[in-house]
């Protein structure tokens, strides 16, 4: 990967006019977001060892993972509007600092309860600097080619941190315990956190928004949070147990009260018309499917590597590179084609290529080689990877310009419950037995997988010979015919934003 300098410096302006610019924004906004996405995976090898070490159960051990995922995805929306209403710097600047304290409070938690209850304010400090991480690389990079090649750096950092996590959560565990896993994010916090002070702009922030909807706010938390909690304590309690229940009908209680108040709200969180567009719907349907199989199964492999093969942590972290190892490429070779056959051809060509590695686990027993889950591993990473890009594209086309902030909330909202739900679901199905739990588990994924790719195939638009001509004409153009360009840019802009 060029360095940020590289990518950012032309020898001549941008046809719109913009100069040479620094690559310090860049990478004060990049260090943010490699720490937020690298702590999605480079615990999962830890957790078998903070398992022994807090004597943490199955469940204990979800609340790990899903504390933060749920807290995450529960205030996307919100802090996405509370950039907009106070102004990105100062809203990731508060995302910075409160990760990066939370990231300390993991590291130092002498209990599985503490450690759960920092983990959920990292998922506020991840949901406050997200969504402001595009707003001041808009404003860092003004022209339209600078943006696009920033915007394809953050993207690709995404994919190393996500490729990088379980290798190097391998390696701090092995050589400095579970706790170096969240002590790293404190130098890279520190230095983000100067690196913004310093050099990133400050994008204006709009006083003149209406006030935050704190009661439906409210309602999407309990909405996404109860069937994650039912799912979670199911697996210890029983299935019949009245805090399960009393989990779900929360989540439905919350789910309707928050459909009335976004409906009666002059100026909504979430603009329920973006709804009525059916690929803007089987598009989030997807994200939330496409991550419970896949989030979930990563939540599952190093269980299944240290108890029943009684691999080390490292050896685990190494042998889940070929999940996440392809997750770049994947990622690039999707951005590739959705630009040339629309994101109708990825999405459902990544989605069965998914279901295919995730039905391949099914081998998957005490005495099963390693080699026969590579090509597994490998089909799941990548099919997920070469989906992800598409669908966040179908996403952007799917919604109005103006709505197009919302869109890209609700589609990574959408994502980050998936993750939730799939590791809430898949742990309490291991918990009366890890074989069998297993393979019901990836049954149930790949099943989700093909009804995503049915989704696709029906609702995902693709471009027919009229567009291609009009998309092959415009590779061909420069500095004339801005219009063709300015969509080529946007379609670029919404395939990097996949891995937010």
Not at 203 to 228: F, I, K, N, T, W
Request: contains cysteine; charged residues 10%; aromatic residues 6%.
């Amino acid at each position: 990967m060029s360095p940020p300098s590289a990518l950012l410096r032309d020898p001549a302006p941008d046809c719109d006019g913009s100069a040479r610019l620094s690559s310090l924004p860049l990478v004060a906004v990049c260090l943010g977001y490699f720490m937020v996405i690298l702590d999605v995976t480079v615990g999962t090898v830890a957790l078998p060892v903070i398992g022994a070490r807090l004597h943490a159960g199955v469940t204990g051990l979800q609340w790990v993972v899903d504390g933060y995922t749920l807290v995450f995805a529960g205030l996307l929306l919100f802090c996405g509007g509370l950039g907009d209403r106070l102004g990105g710097k100062s809203v990731f600047l508060g995302g910075l600092l409160v990760f990066t304290l939370a990231s300390a409070g993991c590291a130092l938690a002498p209990t599985t309860a503490v450690l759960v209850l920092a983990r959920l304010v990292q998922g506020l400090g991840a949901a406050l600097l997200v969504p402001s991480s595009l707003a001041l690389l808009r404003t860092a990079y003004p022209g339209r080619a600078a943006r696009a090649r920033a915007f394809g750096v953050w993207g690709t950092v995404a994919g190393l941190a996500a490729g990088a996590g379980p290798v190097l959560g391998g390696v701090l565990v092995a050589g400095l315990g579970w706790r170096s896993v969240f002590f790293l994010n404190l130098p890279v916090g520190l230095a983000a956190l100067l690196l913004t002070v310093r050099y990133v702009p400050r994008p204006p922030a709009d006083r003149s928004r209406p006030g935050l909807d704190l009661p439906a706010q409210l309602a999407a938390a309990v909405c996404l949070g109860g069937p994650a909690a039912g799912c979670i304590e199911a697996g210890a309690l029983g299935p019949g147990h009245p805090v399960v229940l009393g989990g779900f009908a929360a989540g439905a209680a919350g789910l309707v009260a928050f459909l009335v108040l976004e409906r009666r709200s002059p100026a909504p969180m979430l603009p329920l018309t973006l709804f009525r567009t059916p690929a803007f719907s089987a598009s989030a349907v997807i994200g939330v499917l496409l991550n419970a199989g896949f989030y979930g199964l990563l939540f599952l492999a190093p269980l299944y590597f240290q108890q029943l093969h009684h691999y080390s942590a490292l050896r685990t972290g190494a042998a889940l590179l070929p999940a996440v190892g392809v997750v770049a490429a994947g990622s690039a070779l999707a951005g590739r084609l959705t630009a040339r056959t629309g994101p109708r051809l990825p999405m459902v060509g990544g989605l069965l290529v998914g279901a295919a590695g995730l039905a391949g686990w099914l081998a998957a027993g005490p005495g099963t080689p390693y080699a026969v889950l590579v090509a597994p591993m490998a089909a799941a990473g990548f099919g997920t990877a070469l989906t992800m890009p598409a669908a966040t594209a179908a996403v952007m086309e799917a919604a109005p310009g103006e709505r197009s902030g919302a869109a890209a909330a609700v589609f990574n909202a959408a994502r980050q419950t998936g993750s939730a739900l799939g590791v809430a679901l898949f742990g309490t199905l291991v918990a009366g037995g890890l074989v069998t739990g297993l393979h019901t588990s990836v049954v149930i994924g790949a099943a989700g997988f093909l009804v995503a790719a049915a989704l696709a195939a029906r609702w995902i638009p693709g471009i027919n010979r009229r567009e291609r001509v009009g998309r092959k004409t415009g590779t061909e153009e420069r500095c004339t015919g801005g219009s063709v360009r300015g969509r080529r840019t946007r379609q670029g802009e919404a395939d990097d934003t996949a891995m937010a």
